[in-house]
């Protein structure tokens, strides 16, 4: 199993410019969520989707929309990258429906928007 | 909504003592308590959990207390070793429904000197 799969592993961009972070788990999870890290700043929500066709906006949503494809895929768009979006995106997932709690992380996409 | 305050935010122990790190929480609703390692340029992993129904649980060197009462838990790492330097993170979580809102807390330094 490979757990929870992130791609790019980094991306610079340009102010303005679009694009979007894949993510996939194969661990049959029905959560899914998107969060942001800064420093100092914790891991903050984006976006959740707590089951396959639901999304719902997390703590800081601007500037991002969220697709949850299937129960394994939930991707993550910047339309317009702003400076303020340069950040470490982790994707992670977790299945609270039968009990797990536990979230499992995707190992990161690090984004600079110039 | 959940506010999680984490102290301290950098912490420096010699090899062999004790390291401690202690967070609040807001929202008496929150049942689920995990607590989050995370290495330089790596994804966060869980080590630790408590739910609210425990007031206490530990894995080897390490132990989680809660109190509920004063809304506050703690993480204890004993005899610690060089690899326990990174950022641990702890977090509130509330299951509802199918969905798992989780807060994390802004993280915590630990360097363990040799």
């Known amino acids: 199993n490979a757990g929870v799969t992130q791609t790019p592993k980094f991306q610079v961009l340009k102010t303005g410019q679009s694009m979007t972070l894949q993510c996939a788990q194969d661990m049959n999870h029905n959560s899914m969520y998107w969060y942001r890290q800064d420093p100092g700043m914790g891991l903050r929500l984006i976006y959740y989707s707590a089951s396959e066709g639901t999304t719902d906006k997390g703590e800081v949503p601007n500037g991002y929309n969220v697709s949850r494809l299937n129960k394994r895929e939930f991707s993550l768009r910047l339309e317009s990258a702003a400076p303020s979006q340069t950040s470490v995106y982790f994707c992670a997932s977790s299945d609270p429906g039968l009990g797990w709690d536990i979230q499992y992380f995707g190992a990161g996409t690090r984004l600079s928007v110039l | 909504g959940e506010n999680v305050e984490q102290h301290p935010s950098t912490l420096s122990v010699q090899e062999g003592d004790s390291a401690v790190i202690k967070c609040t929480y807001s929202d008496s609703a929150s049942n689920y308590f995990p607590w989050y390692k995370q290495e330089l340029g790596k994804r966060p992993q869980l080590i630790i959990d408590?739910?609210?129904?425990?007031g206490e649980k530990k894995d080897q060197r390490i132990a989680v207390t809660l109190n509920k009462t004063a809304k506050h838990f703690s993480l204890h790492i004993t005899e610690t070793q060089p690899e326990d330097s990174a950022v641990y993170f702890c977090?509130?979580?509330?299951?509802?429904?199918?969905?798992?809102?989780?807060?994390f807390g802004t993280g915590t330094k630990l360097q363990v000197i040799p």
């Open positions: 977090a509130a979580s509330i299951r509802s429904g199918g969905y798992q809102k989780v807060t």
């Open positions: 408590i739910r609210s129904n425990v």
